[in-house]
């Protein structure tokens, strides 16, 4: 307490000079905790997103450069009905083209199996998906969401409507059976680009992948990728499975042709590039924490050289040196704890301010707080410890001396 007293009461005697002190601290510490606090509201934000899209399904790859079989729309669907842990499996075809009823639009045409509903993380708003049978007869049917509804046919009582669809100069007249649920924000922005005529957009539509393949004479018969739907938290389970199904069937086994494509993966790789990148720019800021400990060093230096008659007065009354280094390390700690203190309350204020030109929260966690309060405690232990030393080995006769 004596410690801490001292430490304290010498602050407060040189405000102006302690806070000066500590402004490189400040100003390194409160940059870190924005950049980590920016650096995990992007990773929070776009895992959620990749979490919502990897329940959506698993892709599984053949390489075509080192293998030149493929699986047929039959076996796809056999794979996805031998796991039970899946809703199944569908080759994706994709075209792009036109659409066009009461407004003319751009268009990708997706074509599947019955399964691929469970590509969609949102429920069916009206109407049905297409069918096995939809798909056994190649049935002119679609499915889309709300919003493209409105884009298209400027009416969300889309079901049971026509339109023409055209893909490499071939056009069918599609019916729309069924209407994915839209948010709020997606349906108003709809009705206003087709109120201002802006209808610069593109819509997806769902189709049987027959329609694609024998109505439109899209490529599509040799499947070399395909989806597989995973219940919640089997994405990894489902995925090995489904790589050795197709690797069975296609007699690949252990030739290192079969991949698999997940969104976990590539929210791994994300993370790390973005862990990567927090942590060059945290090491580019934490440089002011590094200039502001030699302030800190070579105030205490100046402290130390001021009090020498103070020191030598406690030394002569009996101090020993550890207590003089204790006393010393104790005022540059504390002087650094109350600059990270101030650093992180700036830091909070910066990423609130920052956090209004983002369209993600920033995230601050109490494990980068603690860090914080850890490393500006160091910073003022490490720095400290050669005015500290110094003040310790002073020989109390010279110091009383000393004017």
Excluded: C
Excluded at 124 to 138: I, K, P, Y
Excluded at 192 to 202: F, R
Excluded at 234 to 257: H, I, P, S, W
Excluded at 333 to 350: N, P, R, S, V
Aim: net charge negative; glycine share 10%.
């Amino acid at each position: 307490m004596e410690y801490f007293k001292s430490a304290f009461s010498s602050i407060l005697d040189n405000k102006a000079r302690s806070l000066l002190t500590m402004l490189g601290i400040i100003i390194g510490i409160s940059s870190v905790i924005t950049i980590l606090a920016i650096g995990n509201g992007m990773k929070h934000t776009i895992g959620g997103e990749l979490d919502e899209l990897q329940s959506g399904g698993v892709t599984i790859n053949i390489d075509a450069k080192k293998t030149d079989r493929y699986l047929t729309a039959e076996e796809v669907k056999q794979i996805g009905e031998q796991i039970p842990e899946a809703y199944g499996a569908s080759p994706q075809i994709s075209g792009y083209g036109q659409a066009k009823a009461k407004n003319d639009l751009s268009a990708n045409i997706t074509g599947g199996n019955e399964t691929i509903i469970h590509s969609q993380t949102e429920k069916l708003a009206d109407g049905r998906f297409f069918t096995e049978s939809d798909v056994a007869s190649a049935s002119p049917v679609g499915v889309m969401t709300q919003s493209a509804a409105i884009l298209l046919f400027r009416s969300m009582d889309a079901v049971g409507m026509t339109f023409d669809a055209t893909i490499n100069g071939i056009t069918k007249t599609i019916t729309v059976v069924g209407l994915i649920e839209s948010d709020e924000e997606s349906i108003s922005d709809a009705w206003k680009s087709v109120s201002a005529g802006e209808l610069w957009q593109y819509i997806n539509v769902y189709t049987p992948h027959t329609l694609l393949t024998q109505g439109f004479s899209l490529p599509g018969e040799n499947i070399q990728s395909f989806t597989v739907f995973p219940e919640p938290g089997k994405q990894d389970e489902v995925a090995l499975k489904a790589k050795r199904l197709a690797e069975n069937m296609l007699g690949l086994r252990g030739q290192k042709a079969v991949s698999i494509q997940s969104f976990a993966s590539m929210l791994e790789t994300f993370n790390k590039i973005l862990n990567i990148a927090t942590m060059v720019v945290t090491l580019i800021a934490a440089i002011s924490l590094i200039v502001g400990g030699i302030g800190v060093m070579n105030i205490m230096t100046v402290s130390v050289t001021e009090r020498t008659r103070e020191i030598g007065i406690r030394k002569a009354l009996g101090a020993r040196t550890g207590s003089i280094l204790i006393q010393f390390l104790f005022e540059s700690a504390l002087l650094t704890l109350i600059g990270g203190i101030l650093g992180m309350i700036a830091g909070y204020g910066l990423t609130f301010i920052v956090s209004k030109f983002m369209n993600f929260p920033p995230k601050i966690l109490l494990s980068d707080v603690a860090l914080v309060v850890l490393i500006s405690t160091s910073i003022g232990l490490f720095f400290g410890i050669y005015p500290a030393h110094r003040a310790a080995k002073m020989s109390p006769i010279e110091a009383l001396r000393y004017e």
